[in-house]
């Protein structure tokens, strides 16, 4: 349905594979088995190497984009992820 609706768009879609990139750091130079470690996707949500914390849907929607440009060959220009940030609201 997501192909139908997007090609509906005009826009393409390009499957992609997810292996190990929820368990590489964004630091590490490729995303695979080689540098995937589960423990530092410490708690449900968050993930850590190092002093740098991430979101860890950030992570893994990174390194998806990162195992894109390692299989297509195709270099992507992207900026490092940044740590988040608590920002409290009083309501």
Not at 8 to 29: F, M, N, R
Not at 45 to 67: H, M, Q, T
Request: with cysteine; net charge positive.
């Amino acid at each position: 349905m997501l192909t139908y609706k997007a090609e509906d768009a005009g826009l393409s879609v390009i499957c992609q594979k997810e292996y190990y990139t929820s368990v590489c750091s964004p630091l590490t130079l490729s995303v695979s088995s080689e540098y995937a470690t589960k423990e530092k996707r410490v708690k449900r949500g968050i993930f850590i190497d190092g002093e740098k914390e991430w979101n860890a849907d950030s992570v893994g929607a990174y390194n998806i984009l990162r195992l894109y440009g390692q299989v297509s060959k195709k270099e992507i220009h992207m900026k490092m992820i940044k740590t988040p940030y608590v920002l409290k609201v009083a309501v």
